[in-house]
């Protein structure tokens, strides 16, 4: 009689033991996508601001250089008493042309940009990362689902395999990129 005891009760301990181990997995495959989609969130607030920024850095060097050009062009086209205002504006407009050209790499804008291409690398970076551990986890509950004895108790309490991350045909192709 106190075999049978000691039998059941270690059979309701492994019971209890790989069921916890099961619920164990699959709260780590749960948080593991929750983690993805933080860096997905992430980078897609990212992606507007980066998108924006290289809009005002282009808009602002287009602007330096259209007036320059139209200076230039005035200043070409201007005769007599006209053409010292016309070629004071060039010089302004050269001016702000070669600051432009001097501070580049400082510009606000570039920083700007370099700093979100830099945390949009990061970003994709953990992305990754985030992926790779959730596929792991997933093929630690899937595998534990599909041995025996645990995949008697995964059946009983209806724990399901997981679908691994796996990237769509259209997302393989290289994303054209177009301002």
Do not use: C
């Not at 075999?3 to 301990?13: E, G, H, K, M, Q």
């Not at 050009?69 to 001016?95: F, V």
């Not at 970076?125 to 596929?135: C, G, V």
């Not at 004895?149 to 679908?163: Q, Y």
């Amino acid at each position: 009689m106190w075999t049978t005891i000691a039998v059941i009760t270690v059979l309701l301990l492994y019971f209890i033991a790989v069921y916890n181990g099961l619920v164990a997995r699959r709260n780590q495959v749960r948080e593991a996508w929750a983690t993805v989609d933080t860096q997905l969130k992430r980078r897609y607030d990212l992606i507007p601001n980066l998108v924006e920024t290289v809009r005002g850095a282009a808009k602002h060097e287009s602007e330096t250089l259209s007036a320059v050009t139209a200076a230039r062009n005035a200043a070409m086209a201007a005769n007599g008493p006209t053409s010292a205002d016309a070629q004071n504006k060039l010089t302004q407009t050269l001016k702000s042309l070669f600051a432009v050209a001097e501070s580049y790499p400082d510009l606000k804008a570039n920083q700007n940009f370099l700093e979100l291409q830099r945390e949009l690398t990061d970003t994709e970076t953990k992305i990754q990362a985030s992926r790779q551990f959730y596929n792991t986890v997933v093929m630690a509950l899937n595998t534990q689902i599909e041995q025996f004895p645990s995949n008697i108790v995964a059946r009983m309490f209806g724990i399901l395999p997981e679908k691994m991350f796996e990237i769509e045909e259209s997302e393989k192709v290289a994303p054209r990129v177009q301002f």
